[in-house]
């Protein structure tokens, strides 16, 4: 952007996001709403953050009870919503510890501060690094830019932190790469690669993956960041895959729209986090917790990864019967649950466009041509056809 552009902006909001150009003031379920009153059907969800949908009741009434209670004390006490839902979180993974902050970077970068810790005094792998993919995303802060394997997000905001590999996602070379390599510590990956373009982890690369890292003591971290709590079909995306991860990391959906993030572990690698190795001020803090709570019960109570499940068989179905009729527009269609990719021939941006003003539907893209589809969890399928009504309307126009 030219600096005259910026300069005579009127916004005092630094101008690092380009953003539609609507404002939106209220949400409820499925939709959102701007400030004429118009009425949007949101399948963005804050960007897979609200999977419960806008304001969900349950998660709602818990805030207004904790908003009278207790909003904040410091981790330098014990926190009892903090404690509870580190119990339900980690139990629901299968790790044994957590620790909380406030986003999916700082999850994300407390992980790598955590395998960097256990590399140093039990791997004794003091300038090990740790590998990450190419098209990834984790996150925006430096180290977590740096484990970012995109050039176009890294560039200008050297130098970069040092200890980190890149190795090509998917791929037997990225295997052997890692087994002729005795300096990697950690490799850190997503088992959809949502903001590169929704590309699923291969199930059979993931298993050798796995079981080479067990056999070079290399740990595995698994950012769960935007596929977690629920969005690929189960709590998290790598319990659908052959793969046992040492940490696990996660924030979007967890609060339903409340800020908070949480990396996991087993007890042998947490235990090396003793008082005054790592810390957050407002990590998992009183009103966070119990949003992430409320979140998890509402998860049981509503079924609402078995909801997930079938909105996304249906969804899929009435895509790939798009793509059937509209093979020249539609290149392919992935993803996993309702984590949805539609790779199209012309740009994404514009069908993103189109629907939005000419149909008041909200989709994102990832990349330059594919959509990227994340309706709540709790859609149903009136939402999910009124979707495919505008889309088929958006490709007979193209
Ligand atoms: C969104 C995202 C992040 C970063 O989360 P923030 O809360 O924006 O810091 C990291 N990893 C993945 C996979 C993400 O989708």
């Known amino acids: 952007m030219p600096v005259s552009e910026t300069v005579t902006s009127q916004s005092a909001i630094m101008s690092a996001y380009g953003r539609f ?11 959102v709403w701007d400030e004429q009153g118009k009425k949007y059907l949101d399948f963005t969800s804050g960007i897979a953050v609200c999977a419960l949908g806008h304001v969900p009741d349950a998660v709602e009434n818990a805030l207004k009870e904790q908003l009278g ?40 970068e407390g992980a790598i501060k955590l395998a960097r810790l256990y590399a140093h005094l039990v791997l004794k792998k003091e300038h090990g690094h740790i590998v990450t993919f190419d098209h990834s995303f984790h996150g925006r ?112 959906a967890l609060g339903s729209g409340i800020p908070i993030g949480a990396f996991m572990a087993k007890k042998q690698v947490a235990k090396v986090f003793t008082p005054g190795t790592h810390g957050s001020t407002f990590g998992g803090n009183p009103f966070a917790t119990t949003a992430g709570l409320a979140t998890l019960n509402a998860f049981d109570k509503q079924n609402v990864i078995e ?65 990227r589809i994340l309706p709540p969890l709790v859609t149903n399928e009136k939402e999910i056809d009124i979707f495919i009504d505008a889309l088929e309307q958006v490709l007979k126009n193209q």
């Not at 298993?207 to 950012?223: H, S, Y």
């Not at 629907?355 to 994102?364: A, K, M, T, W």
Request: charged residues 20%.
């Open 141 to 252: 802060t430096l180290a977590t830019l740096t484990a970012t394997a995109q050039e176009k997000l890294q560039k200008g905001f050297g130098p970069l932190v040092s200890g980190f590999k890149y190795l090509p996602y998917n791929s037997s070379e990225a295997l052997d790469a890692i087994a002729a390599d005795d300096g990697c510590m950690a490799v850190m990956l997503e088992m959809v690669q949502g903001e590169g373009g929704v590309l699923p982890a291969d199930p059979e690369w993931i298993k050798q993956l796995n079981q080479l890292c067990k056999d070079k003591g290399i740990l595995i971290i698994i950012d769960e960041v935007q596929t977690g709590i629920g969005r690929t079909g189960s709590l998290f995306a790598f319990q659908q895959y052959a793969i046992d991860p040492d940490i696990v990391t996660c924030a979007k």
């Open 69 to 108: 209670t207790l909003w904040h004390c410091s981790n330098l006490f014990h926190i009892a919503p903090q404690e509870q839902l580190a119990k339900e979180l980690t139990a629901k993974a299968g790790l044994d510890q957590a620790f909380f902050c406030n986003s999916g970077a700082e999850a994300n």
């Open 307 to 371: 909801q997930c499940k079938k909105n996304a068989a249906y969804f899929m179905e009435k895509l790939q019967a798009l793509k059937a009729t509209y093979p020249a527009q539609i290149l392919e269609v992935r993803g996993k649950g309702l984590l949805i990719g539609v790779e199209t021939a012309v740009p994404a941006i514009q069908l993103v466009n189109q629907l939005r003003e000419d149909h008041q539907v909200l989709i994102l893209t990832a990349g330059e041509k594919v959509l």
């Open 21 to 31: 150009p609507i404002t939106i003031v209220k949400g409820k379920g499925a939709y």
